[in-house]
């Protein structure tokens, strides 16, 4: 059993997924799904801990030895990931019973939960699996059931967002499909390790270089790395909340994990950043990304929109991130996947209780809400807190270190911008403390009760983790540092 | 260049720029899903195409042959068709919805009507 640790936290979602479509009862269903998610979550803890204690785990499948077979392989880079994938689902599933009632009608409710599992063992076999098309198949496993669940949204910009998202996400895993193939045409190789000590060899050849181009459009156009970004904003807005907690907190760092992946472990780190100019690329476009979703952001009535925002944004740090190009930069990267992970974990689950209660997410309709929803609002100003980067909150630790990185470098401009990015941040946070706190109740908020505990119960969950990790950085900073030296070790 | 040998490459792309073209520059929404459909069928031929080997055979232990082609591209579309049919199918499914509640799958139209509200 211990053995196959490496598998099961991908098999058990996706066989418990069939196993609900028989059982068919809602109550039934959610509970066979919490079940399997936090069996997941219990294999990634257990995964992490072997990981730490003996170094980077390699499953075969069906005893297929690795270059020609498929092969699992769990590393420091994947295994916190794993962790934060099944975590937040579990935490966001625990909320979605209550939360869909209002947002879903009841005979889709076990659908529901069904299309989470499918998403969630996309998701998980994306990071686990050490096999360059098992990506991809993964990848559209996650992307499918993620445009059915964004379908399931109340409005019917919902269906609108959610072909779009299709159209954008087919197009990325169609480019990311030429890459795979035009590199398994120059080496013959599927597997990851086995790409990597290959490609050196031919990495002077053009049809490598089209490989990568193609390979990292496509995982940017999953990633919504702006100008690519487009889909996101309507896809996360008008999905139901707890589904926009779920995609929000994973997907998009599941997308940059495949680009960190390949660009570190596969095509190394030379080819990436001397062969072409991605750093320079990078760093433009993550900048711009952060000004212009930020500002954007600043102008949106709809709450969910303006969090969808920010998270675009956001995923522009990531990629500075990236761009930085060094040791410290792509330890920051990793510990903002998890950070940002954590606090749109919480910002979203929150706004789940405000749409549970108010039955929708604007902002011109929350005055003085606060004062009826006293915890839920709490919970709300201190994921703001955490998204702009105050110290005490997880969301400083990784802007200190990527503001670190930059300054390793003695880029002065670039630190600064990432500091004003915040800045920017705080203005959009602002104006909702501002209508919530300040503003006095008016008849439709005046009526409104605190959220259900089922709701208000998880997202304090992981409130409290955001505010854990932020103090106590040992477990999360320690992990992402060795994973980010034996990622440049490695080299 | 060989531009015979290479045949099916330029295939390949001539596809792959139609399909993608009629994704972007169409506003049917059924006519994007052709165009979609186009565009993944195009990287299909490319994988089948890199797994044959001229004058080789398929690959069955046969006395005296030698030669074979590379079997595993084609094992990899059939996952790939599939999800292709998938995506497709899904796809038309909203089709059918917006169709019913915008009543309209043209995307300027629907744009409009949700400016309107």
Redesign the interface.
Known sequence: MLAHLPVLHVIIPMMAAPACLILRRRDLVWFVALAATLMSFAVSIGLLLQVLESGPISYEFGGWEAPWGIEYRIDLLNAPLLLLVSGISAVALFAARKSIEAEIPKDRHALFYIAWLLCMAGLLGILATGDA?NV??FL?ISS?SA??LI?LGKN??A??A??QY??AG??GA?FI??GI?LM??MT?TLNMADLSERLPEVSSSRTVFTAFAFFIVGVCLKLALFPLHVWLPNAYAYAPSVVTAFLAATATKVAVYILIRFKYGIFGFDFAFSSLPLQSIFLTLGLAGIFVASIAAIFQDNLKKLLAYSSVAQIGYLIVGLGLANETGLMATLLHMLNHGLMKGALFLALAAIVYRLGEAKLSEMHGLASRMPWTMAAFLIGGLSLIGVPLTVGFVSKWYLVTAALEHDWWPVAGLILLGSVVSVIYVWKVVEVVYFKAANERTAEVREAPLSILAPTWVLVAANLYFGINTELTVGITRMAAVSIFGGL | MNFVGLFNYWIVMVLMMIG?YI?IAQGN?VK?LVG?TL??TS?FI??IT?GKIEGATAPILVEGEALYS?PL?HV?IL??IV?GI??TA??LA??V??KE??DSIEEDE?NRK?QEC
């Open positions: 098309f991809f198949v559209e499918l445009y059915t379908a019917r910009k269906l609108w959610s072909y299709l159209i087919t197009i169609t499909l030429i193939g398994y045409m013959g | 993608f994704v929404l994007k979609l565009f993944q990287v490319m994988y890199m590379n591209p990899l996952t790939a999800v998938a995506t899904l796809g909203l089709v919805r917006i509640s915008y629907i949700d």
